[in-house]
């Protein structure tokens, strides 16, 4: 099996009101590259957030008593503390330099997603209010387009509890399932297996974040192309929420 990782160069600076599935379209055309049959699209949150104008001003923001305190316990800009305070369902945990939020999307992460990477200086772009709707409205787009099947996946860098560095996750998804449930698959030696689910989204979101990078790199959207288990797990009505653990399973908080 071979799988391929095509990042797509030639999208240009996402403003308000660009239409994202035809940029990509037109911008793989450029580079003669065909949308084919189970190709899985991934792109970066930060381009779904500038084309739906949920990019944040900072200075719009007056912080509250409990910004002003939560600033001082973390050293962060006490307006970027409000802002995560406004997209966060819980706080969780703060420490020198983080908060650890639960996000109105039920996503636990640093800072409710905020990201204030690829935007000018003073703007911050929140989590997109609805990653699923936002990646299916494009999938249903490129595939009427195209005439081809493929999956959308939103991701967004993000850490990991208990591990150093930041990788690609799946925050939206339309188009296949976001997890793997393999109960009853047998392994090498015939054993059955009990409980192992994959998370597929996030394997997927990750991968394409090699190419993405954290930082310069200027590809927000990347092909992933040779996905043998796509049929399988097909799904035009999925969203992200099987990824989301409880907070009752959640051993953590």
């Known amino acids: 099996m071979c799988v391929e990782l095509i990042g797509i160069s030639r999208i240009p600076l996402i403003s308000e009101g660009d239409k994202l599935a035809e940029i990509i379209v037109n911008a793989s055309l450029l580079e003669n590259i065909t949308i084919h049959n189970g190709d899985i699209i991934v792109i970066a949150e930060t381009a779904i957030a500038k084309s739906e104008g949920t990019i944040i001003d900072l200075e719009s923001l007056t912080p509250s008593k409990l910004?002003?305190?939560l600033s001082k316990k973390t050293g962060k800009d006490p307006k970027l503390v409000?802002?995560?305070i406004n997209e966060s369902a819980e706080i969780i945990k703060v420490g020198p330099n983080f908060i650890i939020s639960e996000t109105k999307h039920g996503f636990v992460c640093a800072n409710a997603g905020i990201d204030e990477s690829n935007v000018e200086e003073g703007l911050a772009t929140p989590i997109p209010e609805n990653p699923d709707k936002s990646a299916e409205q494009i999938r249903i787009i490129i595939e009427n387009i195209t005439g081809k099947q493929v999956a959308i996946i939103i991701s967004d860098t993000?850490?990991?509890?208990?591990?150093?560095g930041a990788v690609g996750v799946a925050i939206g998804i339309s188009g296949i399932e976001p997890l793997w449930d393999r109960m009853g698959d047998r392994d090498l030696y015939g054993n059955e297996l009990q409980t192992t689910s994959v998370a597929v989204a996030d394997e997927l979101a990750s991968a394409a974040s090699i190419l993405m990078g954290q930082a310069d790199e200027g590809i927000p959207v990347v092909i992933i192309r040779g996905v043998d288990y796509f049929k399988k797990l097909r799904n035009?009505?999925?969203?992200?929420?099987?990824?989301i653990r409880p907070k009752k399973y959640d051993l953590f908080r």
């Open 82 to 84: 409000q802002l995560i």
């Open 158 to 164: 993000q850490g990991r509890s208990f591990r150093e």
């Open 236 to 243: 035009e009505d999925t969203t992200i929420k099987p990824l």
């Open 67 to 69: 910004a002003m305190e």
